[in-house]
């Protein structure tokens, strides 16, 4: 699991990441490297932080990620 600071470090120093955001019934997540991004507080057990909309999902890497680069978006609603 991913802090934010440790996704930003890891976006910027290996440029051919592309970042995934995965879609499920309820939420989105974001995940990077094979590995997800951890809430702002950390529960038990570890889960990954959940956007209620893409447009968060989206907002959160652009703007507190300051990722500019291509995004991957994977929707499995099953």
Request: without cysteine; hydrophobic residues 45%.
């Given at each position: 699991?991913?802090?934010?600071?440790?996704?930003?470090?890891?976006l910027?120093?290996?440029?051919?990441?592309?970042?995934?955001?995965?879609?499920?019934?309820?939420?989105?997540?974001?995940?990077?490297?094979?590995?997800?991004?951890?809430p702002?507080?950390?529960?038990?057990?570890?889960?990954?932080?959940?956007?209620?909309?893409?447009?968060?999902?989206?907002?959160?890497?652009?703007?507190?990620?300051?990722?500019?680069?291509?995004?991957?978006?994977?929707?499995?609603?099953?």
């Amino acid at each position: 699991m991913l802090t934010a600071p440790n996704a930003k470090v890891l976006l910027n120093h290996k440029p051919d990441l592309i970042p995934i955001i995965l879609g499920f019934q309820n939420h989105f997540e974001i995940a990077i490297d094979g590995e997800s991004i951890a809430p702002q507080r950390m529960t038990s057990p570890p889960q990954a932080r959940q956007f209620k909309t893409l447009g968060a999902a989206y907002s959160y890497l652009r703007n507190f990620l300051e990722y500019e680069g291509d995004i991957l978006i994977k929707v499995d609603f099953l």
